[in-house]
């Protein structure tokens, strides 16, 4: 089946986070260059990233100089954040979802109680 527009910025989201540490670690081993050798700036490990994730995932994904600088000084994402303090892994919100939307094609759809008390049981 089709995924749908929040599955999908989902994805998207998740790609450019993992090319997001990607660009840390590799300003990370720019920054341990010797004196004398070229080092890559931010915006250049932004831009090397950008291409590399072209390349690979073909997915066009733009990775900002300033969020780089905050990943570096060990700022989380806001979903990286947000998952910490989540009550299910990802894994049991998608046995939840899967559940939820089986129920409701066999002509039961649940209510939020429901899926609440399903969810605190987890």
């Given at each position: 089946r089709?995924?749908?527009?929040?599955?999908?910025?989902?994805?998207?989201?998740?790609?450019r986070d993992k090319w997001m540490d990607r660009a840390v670690h590799m300003y990370h081993e720019e920054q341990e260059k010797r004196a004398g050798e070229k080092k890559e700036g931010l915006?250049?490990?932004?831009?090397?990233?950008?291409?590399?994730?072209?390349k690979e995932d073909k997915t066009r994904?733009?990775?900002?100089?300033?969020?780089l600088s905050?990943?570096?000084?060990?700022?989380?994402s806001q979903a990286k954040s947000n998952a910490e303090?989540?009550?299910?892994?990802?894994?049991?919100?998608?046995?939840?979802?899967?559940?939820a939307l089986k129920i409701a094609h066999q002509g039961f759809p649940l209510d939020l109680q429901h899926i609440q008390d399903i969810a605190n049981k987890i």
């Open positions: 089709a995924l749908s527009v929040t599955k999908k910025r989902q994805i998207f989201n998740e790609t915006r250049g490990v932004c831009l090397e990233m950008e291409e590399l994730c072209w994904i733009h990775l900002d100089k300033q969020t905050q990943r570096i000084k060990g700022v989380k303090r989540s009550k299910l892994t990802a894994e049991e919100e998608e046995a939840l979802i899967d559940y």
